[in-house]
């Protein structure tokens, strides 16, 4: 049985969209369930139309603890699927997981504390990716690696202090309904693109190497290019629809997939010097895997190239192909989606 919650600790709703996650739904709520925090809490999961056996574990997890509670989603759409969630909750503090993050022991009790000493309205700290077999291992290196994913701090890590964005976040309920909840239009991207209004209205978005995150990384080469593909075409949604959203980092990409390109089609048309430009990629990316890979098995850290090449291509083709009338479409169609609990 649960000890009575401490009432001098704000409440929290845990919020969780979820498309079938039968690998990792039960050990992420197990996770929230098991955290270190005296608090009151509840956990809403929002289930999309999954394929697998994702609803049947949500119920089971629904009959064993009157803590957690389920919503439809029947876009199957991630921002609807978390303003969804979030009209069902019902506490001042509202924490974002995945139905594949697995928070550490005292990730709520640290985010609370820490959102009373900075007076931010969203903190979060690092997306630690964590892999099951080689190919996993290799993307987790990637992703955790400068050459991988540039400076982001939720990603390599850092010191605390002011950011553009967190990985998933723990808000101030009354920061989500200022701002309407997420953008629903905004397939992928859509954190990044509620912490820009956040920051618009005035608010802090604080970042903390103390809140880690596990996250399980795509199974395939495949799942991971259309991960990453879809984050440079909705990356370049936000460019559009908030003027002065972009920075170099995210102009990296592109950049590399055009250099490619070019180097290849002189290369093959006019001169053998062409191809310089996609070696020296090659080359920079095998240098780069060696101390992203340190400690791995040797398999794992012969995949990391194709992790790195894979991720770069992907992301920078995602954003030189968005087409405008995304954006258009996301101009025409924004409107409040939260509102305040009565």
Known sequence: MNAKPDVRLPAVSVIMPVLNEERHLRGAVQAILAQEYAGDMEVVIALGPSTDHTDEIAAQLVAEDPRVHTVPNPTGRTPAALNAAIKASRHPVVVRVDGHGMLSP????????????????????????????DWEHAVAAAMTSKIGVGNAAFHTGGGAGEAETVYLGVFRREALEQQGGYNEEFIRAQDWELNFRIREAGGLIWFSPELKVSYRPRPSVRA????????????????????GSINLRYLAPPTAVCAMAAGIVVGAALTPWGFVVPGLYLAAIAAGSVPAGKGLPLKARLRIPVALATMHMSWGWGFLTSPKSLARKVIASRRPAVVAAR
Not at 108 to 130: F, K, P, S, Y
């Open 224 to 243: 991971l290019a259309k991960q990453y593909k879809d984050y440079g075409r909705w990356r370049h949604v936000v460019a559009r629809y908030h003027e």
């Open 106 to 133: 005292n990730y709520i009790a640290t985010a609370v504390r820490l959102l009373e000493e900075t007076g931010a309205q969203n903190v979060g700290g690092i997306m630690h990716a964590e892999g099951e077999n």
